[in-house]
Structure formats: structure tokens, C-alpha cells
């Protein structure tokens, strides 16, 4: 097993759930991520957008390092819209990964 694939499975274990059953019992739910369609996009620049029932998501590259005068491009690689509570179990998760990250590796300034 490769050690992206080991992430993967980490990841998608640390997502297992307990859910009410249909029927009042708890059950496991067991999360996999399916990576072989997956595209990866490098992005230095991120913004957000929402209406009443989307947040969206754009992730791009300055490439204009230096640039002198009044506009600076960014090259939008990936667009990702979602409901307002995907958005915050987002927010949540991202806290979550920041504060274990500063706990290992040190405070992000």
C-alpha cells in the first residue's frame, strides 16, 4: 500500500460516523475516497463567494510576482460551489487540520 493511499484511508477513518438507523440502532458508516478522477491544482490565491444557498469557492495562481502597475492576474484553476453546510463542517475540519498543524509543526504566522 502506497502512502497516499494509506492518507487516504487515515483520512477516510477518521470520517467514520455513528448514525441513528432507520430503526432507532447506531450504525458505523465507513467513508472511501475514490481518487482516480481527482485533478490536483496548485493555488496561492483563494476567494469566497455566497448567495443564499450556495458558497463558491475560487482557487487560483499570481503569477504576476513583481508586477508593477494597477492590475494583477490570477489564473483561476478550479471553481468549487457548495451548500452553506458543507461550507461549515469545511470550516470546522479546516480548524481542526490548522491546530494539529501548529501543534506539530509550530505557529502559522
Not at 14 to 34: I, W
Not at 90 to 101: A, M
Amino acid at each position: 500500500m502506497s502512502t497516499k493511499e494509506k492518507e487516504i484511508i487515515d483520512a477516510a477513518q477518521a470520517q467514520t460516523t455513528d448514525a441513528t438507523a432507520p430503526g432507532g440502532g447506531d450504525r458505523q458508516v465507513r467513508v472511501r475516497f475514490d481518487d482516480r478522477q481527482m485533478v490536483s491544482h496548485y493555488a496561492n490565491v483563494a476567494n469566497v463567494g455566497m448567495s443564499k444557498d450556495e458558497v463558491t469557492l475560487l482557487f487560483g495562481t499570481n503569477q504576476t510576482w513583481g508586477a508593477i502597475g494597477d492590475e494583477i492576474v490570477i489564473a483561476l484553476s478550479s471553481r468549487i460551489i457548495m451548500t452553506p453546510s458543507v461550507a461549515k463542517n469545511l470550516v470546522e475540519t479546516l480548524q481542526r487540520v490548522l491546530q494539529e498543524y501548529e501543534t506539530r509543526i509550530g505557529k502559522i504566522a
